[in-house]
């Protein structure tokens, strides 16, 4: 099969011929149909979180199982593929917290193989970037029948993650204010999110006029542009002088991190859904969190449980109250990966959707 190779940091991917093994108890085959590009595979790709080299990364997909060794899925099924492999019953686990399962990390080997037969690490558990992933059966849930798979893509990390980031990790009640700092892939979906809880204000804050007028398609009451003169000062100013019950930090630049805390009421949270570099740090004042009751919450992939939070999400899209077709910005084919990676990097799209296997999402044209 072919997978798009990222054999030096910094640098294009290369399409190559690779080897994949065949799926062991409790696993499965996947042909991808569509995998988006999501900021996590370029941090990876741009030597930002560090790792091994070669590497197949890629981690946001849908596509058909070819080959099953679980009796939870069968050859045919249509499916969305995650990096959320649980094992079930570790202390995370038995929590519903998934996303932190204790025994995801154990050392296993690498499924994929050069043509020379040397190992190529599988990014972030799917190496998505290719024609098909062998992944365990926790990390795949079937995707409605009457839903496009390349739509159906989106579910498996920037939807998830900036919705459950809300109802999972902040449990927004009906009523509540909420900021939410970058309008991009993620943070449209914190936006969605917050709609679908009855948040009273949601107030994007984006250096793009551009992306504030989309926030407010996806559900923002309020735009302020980041490099606005005071942007606590305009949000108070739509919180009645208060600040913001939930923060949502959606972007990965520290400064973002630095500032959050600044638009907080007393009793808010920051909830930190983007990542930021494995050496980037911000100072915060502890006395200024005690006295006014205000917390930090990390959100992983927005707490998800697939069975407990897919379910609804589907129902969403089929009322119409949630927004997927419209996150695509652009779908492009395999061979133009790199190009959809630029585009994301230069933060002029939502979502970057790469059609794999066009022949599983024959309805679809590349438009990039």
């Known amino acids: 099969m072919k997978a798009a190779v990222c054999r030096?940091?910094?640098?294009?991917l290369s399409i190559e011929e690779v080897t994949l093994a065949e799926p062991g108890d409790g696993e499965l085959t996947v042909a991808i149909a569509a995998v988006a590009i999501c900021h996590s595979d370029i941090a990876f790709i741009d030597d930002k979180w560090g790792g091994t080299l070669?590497?197949?990364?890629?981690?946001?997909?849908?596509?058909?199982?070819?080959?099953?060794?679980?009796?939870?899925f069968a050859t045919g099924d249509r499916v969305i593929v995650t990096l959320i492999r649980s094992c079930g019953h570790c202390?995370?686990?038995?929590?519903?917290?998934?996303?932190?399962?204790?025994?995801?990390?154990?050392?296993?080997?690498?499924?994929?193989?050069?043509?020379?037969?040397?190992?190529?690490?599988?990014?972030?558990?799917?190496?998505?970037?290719?024609?098909?992933?062998?992944?365990?059966?926790?990390?795949?849930?079937?995707?409605?029948?009457t839903m496009p798979l390349d739509v159906a893509s989106l579910l498996a990390c920037g939807v998830i993650t900036g919705v459950g980031s809300v109802t999972n990790t902040a449990n927004l009640a009906p009523g509540d204010t909420a900021v939410v700092v970058g309008a991009g892939g993620v943070g449209l979906n914190v936006i969605q999110g917050a709609a679908?809880?009855?948040?009273?204000?949601?107030?994007?804050?984006?250096?793009?006029?551009?992306?504030?007028?989309?926030?407010?398609?996806?559900?923002?009451?309020?735009?302020?542009?980041?490099?606005?003169?005071?942007?606590?000062?305009?949000?108070?100013?739509?919180?009645?002088?208060?600040?913001?019950?939930?923060?949502?930090?959606?972007?990965?630049?520290?400064?973002?991190?630095?500032t959050a805390p600044d638009y907080l009421a007393s009793g808010g949270a920051m909830v930190i859904v983007g990542m930021t570099g494995v050496t980037d740090e911000v100072s915060y004042m502890p006395v200024t969190l005690a006295s006014m009751n205000q917390r930090?919450?990390?959100?992983?992939?927005?707490?998800?449980?697939?069975?407990r939070d897919l379910p609804p999400l589907f129902e969403h899209y089929a009322a119409g109250r949630l927004k997927l077709d419209e996150l695509i910005s652009n779908r492009y084919s395999f061979d133009e990966i790199n190009a959809a990676l630029a585009s994301t990097r230069a933060g002029i799209a939502g979502r970057n959707v790469v059609i794999v296997d066009e022949a599983l999402v024959p309805a679809v044209a590349t438009e990039n």
């Open 196 to 258: 679908l809880r009855g948040a009273s204000r949601i107030i994007a804050v984006d250096i793009s006029e551009d992306k504030l007028a989309t926030a407010r398609a996806f559900g923002a009451t309020h735009g302020v542009l980041a490099d606005a003169q005071d942007v606590a000062a305009n949000i108070r100013s739509f919180t009645a002088g208060r600040g913001a019950d939930y923060v949502f930090v959606s972007v990965g630049a520290p400064g973002a991190f630095a």
């Open 296 to 307: 930090f919450l990390g959100s992983t992939m927005g707490q998800t449980v697939l069975a």
């Open 8 to 12: 030096a940091f910094n640098s294009p």
């Open 91 to 145: 202390p995370c686990c038995e929590r519903g917290l998934e996303t932190s399962c204790d025994g995801r990390y154990e050392e296993r080997p690498t499924p994929i193989a050069g043509s020379a037969g040397e190992p190529i690490v599988q990014g972030m558990f799917c190496g998505a970037f290719a024609q098909a992933v062998k992944v365990h059966e926790s990390q795949v849930f079937r995707a409605p029948d």
């Open 54 to 72: 070669p590497a197949v990364y890629g981690h946001e997909a849908a596509g058909v199982v070819t080959h099953s060794r679980s009796a939870r």
